[in-house]
């Protein structure tokens, strides 16, 4: 069982920028590929961005490329989603969600996720 763990969500204006990020406290994620997902009130949960440890490979949602960066620091302990040039439909509770032996091209198949942090763009 992993157990993961997101900070980093809160209040932000137009423009501005957020850290999110993903642990799993006890162990490391580098052999886990691990997807960051948001789900806005409403609307169904949506992939934002995943990092593949099963063949190196990144992706983002076209809503987000250029604006989101994800990393893993050295440890491989944490996932990073830097969050820049926010827009007030980037406003949802966003998840970070892990697998193993997982490919970014599937965004379904996610066995462990984390309970959400609450990202709000408003001016």
């Known amino acids: 069982q992993v157990q993961l763990v997101e900070s980093g969500g809160g209040s932000v204006q137009p423009g501005g920028s957020l850290r999110l990020s993903c642990s799993a406290p006890g162990r490391t994620l580098d052999y886990y590929t691990i997807g960051w997902f948001r789900q806005a009130p409403g609307k169904e949960r949506e992939g934002v961005s995943c990092?593949?440890?099963?063949?190196?490979?990144?992706t983002y949602a076209d809503s987000v490329k250029g604006r989101f960066t994800i990393s893993r620091d050295n440890a491989k302990t944490t996932v990073y989603l830097q969050m820049n040039s926010l827009k007030p439909e980037d406003t949802a509770v966003y998840y970070c969600?892990?697998?193993?032996?997982?490919?970014?091209?599937?965004?379904?198949?996610?066995?462990?996720w984390g309970q959400g942090t609450q990202v709000t763009v408003s001016s």
């Open positions: 969600a892990a697998a193993l032996y997982h490919y970014c091209s599937n965004w379904g198949g996610y066995d462990y």
């Open positions: 990092d593949s440890a099963s063949d190196g490979s990144t």
